[in-house]
């Protein structure tokens, strides 16, 4: 097992929409996955924390409620190896500009910030085709995983 994957050892790549994903017409649910750019082995174990991206600054990201799925384990990322993630929101429903189950109003990101575990790197994505949206301002995250999730 390596030693804790620090800020740099982990580089995200684009978010893409998952093929498993709730019944809507919002994002629903992406994966991302984080490939280990040192050149040595590293461990990662947990779940990120996300954030809405806002324009202009970091101290303006909205944070998004964080619901963990699944069990976190720890997973060791050879050089050149890759974790995965899939977050799962609020999916919003209708067509244009659509509209959420709650009632709240639906909100939409350019791209997303995730913050993984043991000081591992905060990491902004976007979608490869499209923005984030989402209702409600909660996102259900899996542990970080040597599988990738559908």
Known sequence: ???ACGDTALEAGPARQAAQRPQGTGTGAAIVGFTNTSGTACTVEGFPTVAGAANGSPELNVP????HSGTAAPVTVAPGGRVWVKLTFHQVQGE???YCASGEAPVQYPTMVLGLPGGAGRHQVALDDGVFAECDGIVAVTALSAA???
């Open 1 to 3: 097992m390596g030693s």
């Open 64 to 67: 998004l409620t964080v619901e």
């Open 96 to 98: 244009g500009d659509g």
């Open 148 to 150: 990738q999730p559908s």
